[in-house]
């Protein structure tokens, strides 16, 4: 539970009907189960202590006494147990006989919950046995006990910042004024589903759907445990299909017809993060509440989610190509908008045969094709100077002739040496000014190219290189247009491959592949026999690093010690724990001293949910201090 992780689990019995004995038994035995395992939360179906096909049973009393026993038998086995558990069973009311959800913590009844849409369409005949519940909750006397009673309970953990819970019951979620809406909007962040949901041709997909959209709309967590093996299949059968659910993403899911208990690691503080960001969410719900306070022992949860180590780009092959396939159509459009609102016909952009330049040219390319224009109109001007190389030199040369654009040279060796005795600065001297002169000079050959022929330069440089600052002010730093700029360099690498891919032209697919080959870099140091001397990411670190550390940061609000102990997952078995460590202590320092570039970006397009633009999703001090997020990135280095 440190740094907001909270287990949970969703467990289904195999029961018998109308057997609430033994049914208690083998929740006792599944409780003790997830309990060993570190859930926290963990929720039985629908229903469960009875079964949910009973039937016209429920209305014997017999078996409606025998469930109240029970739960008690079941409570308290919960004392002792570090664990806040929900259980279904039928509870008589003033007469009245309703599905409850009852919420059990050390020995005690916390609350009980009736559902509050009662389904009688199809194969449900719920409206026969059971009453909706009430909405405003009421002391309700049980088993010598005084509980409260309605669908407006939550459950507030004192010790763990921002984890409320609310519950509801299997119909609630399908209809369209869910209870959980008001929970949510009340302060629950995680949600708990008993249900009783059978098995159709397709209703597994629909179900996942919906849990998945709930918790996308209300920014929570969703733990949705269903009624499986044990119920009658007189007329239904019931698969367990059990999920746990985190802000639109399925955390994990239990294949159908197999019991299995289903674990998930919520990120509550990740949920509340968003809930921040968003900031229309939190409208307070008119309906009277009653919030029961309960404890849980912080403890390090022992995390089974995965982090994956490039949170930019998709695993799925299939679902890479389109996100891809959309990113450029966000660049191009971009663009295209610009040139029209403009009315520019040419475009200059540096072509260093790198990555970045090579990306910013196949938009380009792509968006001249969208409004008809000629490919010749675009200037593609190599610039070699001191740090050139061949092999990217006729990469770059090669890229602009196979695509049709025109080729510029301009050597600035020259132009940079008259500049370097104009300043006083020693040629021998490979500091940052013998680097930033070749970057300046660079901009300006575009920028007066581009006066010339009356067109708009189209920036570079990508949005892993802003989050750093590894750009030249007023150098590559700046441009017209920058298409990259919403593009981490991690997707980068993908967007050329997938441009590779299904471009159908054989020669531009090869000089495509040799720029993947190429190592980054800026070319601003001389090479050693003919080969790329300075690398970047042995600079400034590994940009699968630090565009990991970014996402986290900025798309989930984590803090450095956060970041650092999910990266350690993902980057398990390719990184050492201190190499990890070292690289954030960089990118904190980078990503506040370097806002200042950011503040002055030229436009470009947002393309994913993380973007660093001034004017958008970072309104960030240029001289906001380090120190809080440093000395607790550098505290983790010790002990």
């Known amino acids: 539970m440190e740094q907001g992780f909270i287990k949970v689990a969703a467990v289904t019995p195999k029961i018998r009907v109308a057997d609430p004995a033994y049914n208690a038994g083998v929740i006792c035995e599944r409780l003790e189960e997830a309990c060993g395992n570190g859930a926290k939360i963990i929720v039985f179906p629908e229903l469960c202590i009875t079964g949910y096909t009973c039937g016209d049973l429920f209305l014997q009393e017999i078996l409606l006494r025998e469930a109240a026993r029970q739960l008690l038998r079941i409570a308290e086995r919960t004392r002792g147990r570090d664990a806040l558990v929900m259980v279904g069973l039928p509870v008589e009311r003033e007469g009245r006989l309703y599905n409850v959800a009852a919420v059990l913590r050390d020995g005690e009844i916390l609350g009980m919950i009736p559902k509050a849409n009662i389904p009688s369409y199809a194969e449900f005949y719920e409206g026969r046995h059971f009453a909706e519940g009430n909405a405003e909750p009421v002391p309700f006397p049980f088993m010598g ?35 959980a809406v008001n929970h949510a909007l009340k302060g629950a962040t995680v949600i708990a589903n008993l249900s009783a949901s059978n098995e159709t041709i397709g209703k597994d997909e629909y179900r996942e759907l919906l849990v998945k959209s709930v918790s996308a709309r209300l920014l929570c967590g969703y733990v949705y445990a269903s009624a499986g093996e044990g119920e009658s299949t007189q007329d239904l059968v019931f698969g367990g299909h059990n999920l746990i659910a985190e802000n639109g993403t399925i955390l994990a899911q239990v294949k159908k017809f197999t019991c299995e208990t289903l674990y998930g690691d919520i990120d509550v503080w990740k949920l509340l993060a968003d809930r921040r960001r968003m900031g229309t969410f939190g409208k307070e719900p008119e309906a009277a509440y009653v919030k029961v306070p309960f404890r849980l022992e912080v403890a390090e949860t022992d995390l089974q989610r995965s982090f994956p180590a490039l949170p930019f780009v998709p695993g799925d092959a299939e679902k890479r190509r389109r996100r891809c396939e959309e990113i450029l159509s966000i660049q191009s459009c971009g663009l295209k908008k610009r040139y029209e609102h403009t009315g520019a016909k040419t475009a200059v952009l540096g072509i260093s045969g790198g990555l970045d330049s090579t990306l910013a040219l196949l938009v380009t390319v792509r968006t001249f094709d969208m409004l008809g224009l000629d490919r010749g109109a675009i200037v593609g001007v190599t610039m070699p100077c001191f740090g050139t190389t061949d092999r990217t030199y006729e990469n770059a040369c090669l890229l602009a002739r196979t695509l049709g654009a025109t080729l510029e040279e301009v050597d600035i060796k020259e132009a940079v040496q008259v500049h370097f005795e104009d300043i006083g600065q020693d040629m021998a001297n490979h500091d940052v000014t013998y680097e930033n002169g070749q970057a300046r000079e660079r901009t300006q050959v575009l920028m007066d190219i581009a006066n010339r022929v009356g067109g708009l330069v189209i920036g570079t440089g990508d949005m892993s290189e802003l989050a750093l600052g590894w750009a030249t002010y007023n150098g590559d730093h700046m441009s017209m247009y920058g298409v990259n700029a919403g593009v981490p360099k991690t997707l980068v690498r993908h967007l050329v491959e997938y441009y590779a891919d299904t471009c159908n032209d054989k020669a531009l697919e090869d000089v495509l592949r040799d720029v993947l080959d190429t190592p980054v870099s800026p070319e601003l140091l001389p090479p050693v026999d003919g080969a790329i001397s300075q690398r970047t990411e042995d600079l400034v670190g590994p940009y699968e690093l630090h565009d990991f550390f970014l996402y986290y940061m900025l798309r989930c609000g984590y803090s450095p010690a956060k970041v650092y102990r999910v990266a350690k997952l993902a980057f398990k078995g390719l990184y050492e724990d201190a190499v990890i460590l070292k690289w954030l202590k960089t990118f904190y320092r980078r990503f506040f001293a370097q806002q200042f570039k950011r503040s002055c970006l030229p436009d470009g397009p947002k393309v994913g949910s993380v973007a660093l633009s001034p004017r958008g999703d970072l309104r960030m001090p240029s001289d906001a201090s380090v120190s809080l997020w440093l000395a607790e990135a550098e505290g983790l280095g010790r002990g």
């Open 145 to 179: 006990r005084t509980v409260p009673f309605g669908t407006n309970i939550l459950f507030s953990c004192e010790t763990v910042h921002g984890l409320t819970v609310g519950c509801e019951i299997c119909e609630d979620l399908w209809v369209a004024d869910a209870p």
